[in-house]
């Protein structure tokens, strides 16, 4: 169990801190409620943009990082399609040198053309790399304007098309800056060997004068339920063939979530899981095959991937898929299989709270999911999923028009 306490300053940044004694390092977290789903269909890519913008200077700091590592520190971010994440870790004696760098750049960021020029090239340069330049890289270019078609996870968090980025203008971050970029839009989760008082006193000292700013409320299209099977074809020089189903499922926050997740542990956590015993070991049709969830907060994706074996045709590969498919919709899971996942998950979990900076991250992440507690309730979630509710959500989830299937053929 995790134990924290919380505040929230007169600006709106909500607060959480987390006594660990066992380390000489604290952590410090900033969640930014603002993904790639809060970008303007024109302009995407933006909010991974500003994860390069925030490394970039800020108006009193010139070098985030020399900063940092001054003090014995290290840091890091990422951007996905609901938030956006800055973390970093130091030891305790020079913590309020954290609480500095975050509260400037949350401030106000150095807003040159040349910082803007450098890391608009480092984002071109990296969607180049890693989406065109590398094999299977453009998978997730393809798979998101399939599967939806009215939400904004219809684009990678990359972008919808580079050229966004690429005519970026100094107007449009600063625009983007501070629509999104603010106290009271900000989750800061502290860790470490310190008490309360002291985040408080430096909370307030540090982050108090930063004045709120205006949020557009969120209002994003929600994705009507798929009606038809949706399918593509292409071609591309990869070295085996591959083939990549999604099937939409529940919101993070939805009842069902912790059972679908155990649903793709099922059929794809290790060499035990049903699709690697029978379509890997067995029938000898694929190298590799996986299945997990996307996890996004709004409604999100069961995804099946895998990659042939050379010379299996590809019908043959999706109709062995589907008829694994088939076996967990016709016949009940037995209870002992649906126990040994629900063990996987309980270790994972365990594992993934050992270190302050994951309990920030994670502790962040259920603050922005409605109510940090929560972090303490996600074992029991997964734990008291039945045989029958994994029953009916397969029957639910795996229903051919709620398919979107990409056939990946290497060119010969």
């Not at 090239?121 to 890289?137: A, D, K, S, W």
């Not at 399939?146 to 970026?168: C, E, F, M």
């Not at 895998?306 to 037995?334: F, H, Q, S, W, Y």
């Not at 959500?393 to 060119?411: R, V």
Request: net charge positive; glycine share 4%; hydrophobic share 35%.
């Amino acid at each position: 169990m995790i134990i924290f306490d919380r505040f929230t300053l007169n600006n709106g940044l909500k607060v959480i801190v987390h006594q660990d004694n066992t380390t000489p390092l604290v952590a410090i977290n900033v969640l930014y409620n603002i993904g790639a789903k809060d970008e303007h269909p024109e302009k995407t890519g933006f909010a991974h943009l500003f994860e390069h913008l925030m490394f970039g200077g800020s108006v009193n700091i010139p070098s985030y990082d020399s900063a940092l590592q001054k003090t014995g520190g290290e840091n890091n971010a990422f951007t996905n399609n609901d938030y956006t994440d800055y973390y970093l870790t130091l030891p305790k004696e020079n913590l309020e040198t954290g609480f500095w760098l975050e509260s400037d750049r949350m401030l106000c960021l150095d807003f040159s053309l040349k910082n803007l020029k450098i890391q608009r090239n480092v984002v071109i340069e990296e969607f180049n790399q890693r989406y065109l330049n590398q094999p299977y890289g453009d998978i997730w270019l393809l798979l998101c304007p399939l599967a939806y078609k009215v939400h904004p996870y219809r684009w990678a968090t990359i972008g919808k098309d580079i050229s966004h980025i690429q005519n970026a203008t100094l107007e449009d971050v600063k625009e983007f800056f501070f629509k999104h970029y603010a106290p009271n839009n900000a989750i800061l989760v502290v860790a470490g060997n310190i008490k309360t008082k002291q985040i408080e006193k430096l909370a307030n000292k540090w982050f108090s004068p930063i004045k709120q700013r205006k949020i557009p409320a969120r209002n994003l299209p929600q994705e009507p339920a798929q009606k038809e099977k949706r399918m593509i074809t292409i071609k591309r020089d990869v070295p085996f063939d591959a083939i990549y189903k999604t099937f939409h499922m529940c919101s993070r926050t939805n009842y069902d979530y912790h059972a679908t997740d155990l649903i793709s542990d099922i059929l794809s956590n290790g060499k035990s899981s049903r699709l690697y015993q029978a379509l890997v070991k067995n029938k000898k049709l694929f190298s590799e095959i996986n299945a997990y969830i996307t996890g996004y907060i709004d409604a999100g994706l069961l995804i099946i991937t895998g990659k042939l074996i050379k010379g299996v045709p590809m019908e043959m590969a999706e109709n062995a898929i589907e008829e694994e498919l088939t076996k967990i919709k016709r016949e009940p899971v037995p209870k002992y299989e649906l126990n040994k996942v629900k063990n996987q998950v309980e270790s994972s979990l365990v594992f993934s709270e050992a270190g302050v900076l994951n309990k920030t991250m994670n502790l962040a992440y259920h603050e922005l999911l409605g109510n940090a507690e929560n972090i303490n309730e996600q074992v029991n979630k997964y734990l008291k999923t039945t045989v029958k509710q994994i029953h009916q959500l397969s029957n639910k989830i795996f229903n051919p028009s709620n398919s979107s299937t990409i056939y990946y053929f290497a060119q010969k």
